[in-house]
């Protein structure tokens, strides 16, 4: 599967968000006001779209047509992003379930995967994870996780979502001397993109996330890794 650049990525959030709301195929049109770009732009767009396996294209008639006139419309694939986003969420889970493996490993092998995901979710899922982990690595040689964590998830403090506090909080017990300066590049470098993506989720999309750091929590407060 070719990796999306950020502009596709963008249309093709689009595709898949207006296709939750309704349940049917999306006209290119659609796309096109919602960003603000021409008919043209969104259509070619999504036909690259669709050559690279995210999108599927079919055809409908279109409303007051006389017989044989269809216009283009766009359904997400198996290969698009909800998809990309399961396979996250299920793989993080089980692994933080068995615990089999180092913070370290795992983080790892979360910051490998992260420049080939090409859903915004999936991306920001697995941001979540690295910077748990990170989190969990610092304050076991200095203060009890459970507390600062629930804090976190707090529901007490409306002007700051659990979503756009953690990454702050994570980063800030990076930053100190004895903390491995290219993990912190690495971390800092996912965050930012992380709160790019965020920002382009609807409603829905942070609601999942929400729901995935708390699961998240839950697993690494119980989980005993080896470090």
């Not at 089999?100 to 992260?114: F, M, N, P, V």
């Not at 965020?198 to 699961?215: K, P, T």
């Amino acid at each position: 599967m070719s990796e999306l650049t950020p502009r596709q990525q963008q249309f093709l959030d689009q595709v898949v968000m207006l296709y939750q709301i309704t349940g049917e195929p999306v006209h290119y049109s659609t796309v096109a006001e919602r960003l603000g770009v021409s008919n043209s732009t969104a259509y070619e767009m999504l036909r690259v779209l669709e050559g690279k396996g995210f999108l599927s294209a079919g055809y409908v008639l279109g409303e007051g047509s006389g017989p044989g006139r269809s216009t283009v419309v766009f359904t997400p694939t198996s290969h698009g992003p909800d998809a990309e986003w399961e396979q996250v969420r299920s793989r993080i889970l089980a692994a933080l379930g068995r615990g089999e493996a180092s913070d370290q490993e795992l983080l790892q092998d979360i910051l490998g995967r992260l420049p080939n995901s090409t859903s915004s979710l999936a991306y920001c899922a697995q941001v979540i994870t690295a910077l748990l982990l990170n989190v969990r690595t610092e304050l076991r040689s200095r203060l009890g996780e459970h507390e600062l964590i629930q804090a976190i998830l707090s529901n007490n403090m409306p002007d700051m979502p659990s979503l756009n506090l953690l990454p702050g909080f994570a980063l800030g017990l990076s930053f100190r001397e004895r903390a491995n300066r290219e993990l912190r590049g690495r971390l800092v470098e996912a965050t930012q993109e992380y709160q790019r993506r965020l920002s382009s989720l609807d409603a829905r999309g942070r609601a999942l996330l929400q729901e995935f750091l708390r699961n998240v929590v839950v697993k690494t407060q119980t989980s005993t890794p080896d470090g």
